[in-house]
């Protein structure tokens, strides 16, 4: 048993409104998301002390100080989308330590908004979990990279050169994902398509197009942490924390050590040692899926297949609703919600399937599954294997 195995676990989870969200701020959708996490588990906002929040411009003191929360102990680490999977890590190891015993996480952007009132990208907590920021002179920006889809379709394009792997493939992971999103009535994205419709959907960056890319919503979400005693006492079974990796390699993508290999090599590693499991006690995973390449690099970096296998394993849906292998069963950020960091969105889909709270798409007997974040330009990743009693 590893070091923070069972040693705490997630308790509450919920999202906010989600889509477009007229008149409400990124505080009020933290806010309305933090309520809806504190029934979910039962819990007052006078049980929270410990607070974690990331975003691109704000402060956790603001944070903070809006939902009246005064923390023993806080975590604003912001490496991009992964940042709400390693929170909860570092709330484990909090909690574990004695520092807090229970720990809000929470996040909340309005992109859609922000864009419809001409409010700058990153004002009020907003902003996207791909866009290079920072003052390096070789980040490619002076060659034509722009936003995140240039510089993960270059990833996209490396892949393919290397392994053979097809746009086919890339859209078969697209198609899956719709799946799934068919069966969630939250999903935003709920119209089926099919492989020849995102071939045909417009280039975006190629070889990316629109059906590669992830959705631009308003959304804010909340996942509550706390110890094992608290947490067998609660309104929901405990969802336990048995596993945790983070790792980083790089903010500028011209920088990545090797454009096909993420992160989550060594976060995946970590996390496994951690929760002594193999891959074969996996049910599920939630991964990133900013783009469709998104989630074929996680995929075989997490060790599911060898580098240069993804196309192959995504093949035939096999990850779609009746396939062997249940990848992103939200619906994801191409199909549910994506405001800009998505990684607390994993937590609380992998939460509800361990509950066995999802309905159509309920993983049947779900017993341990991953949330597998990753941020910035295939710069960060975090990774967390999580398990019911």
Known sequence: MGSLTRKAAIVGVAESDIGSTP???????????????LDDAGLKKEDIDGLCWAAFGGSILEIGEYLQIMPKWCDSTQYGGSSFDAHVGHAAAAIAAGLCETVLVVMGTTNVAD??????????GGGGGGAERGGSAFSGRQYGLGGPVTNYSMAATRHMHLYGTTSENLAEVAVATRKWAMLN???LMRKPITIQDVLNSPMISY???????????????AVIVTTPERARNLKKK??????????????AITYMPDITVTPAVESGKAAFKMAGLTHKDIDFVQTYDSFTITTLLALEDL???????????????????????????SGGGLSYTHPGMFGIFLLIEAARQLRGECGERQVKDAKVGIANGMGGLLSSAATLILGKD
């Open 115 to 124: 864009r419809e009132l001409n409010v700058p990208r990153g004002a009020g």
């Open 207 to 221: 070889p990316l197009h629109l059906l590669d890319c992830c959705l631009v919503t308003d959304a804010g979400g």
């Open 303 to 329: 060790g599911f297949c060898k580098k240069g296998e993804g196309g192959a394993f995504f093949s035939n849906q096999r990850t779609a609703p009746g396939g062997v292998f249940p990848v992103n069963t």
């Open 238 to 251: 405990p969802v336990w924390i048995l596993g945790f990796g983070e790792h980083f390699t790089h903010n």
């Open 23 to 37: 008149g409400k701020s990124p505080l009020e959708l933290m806010a309305q998301a933090t309520k809806r996490a």
């Open 185 to 187: 009535p939250k999903a």
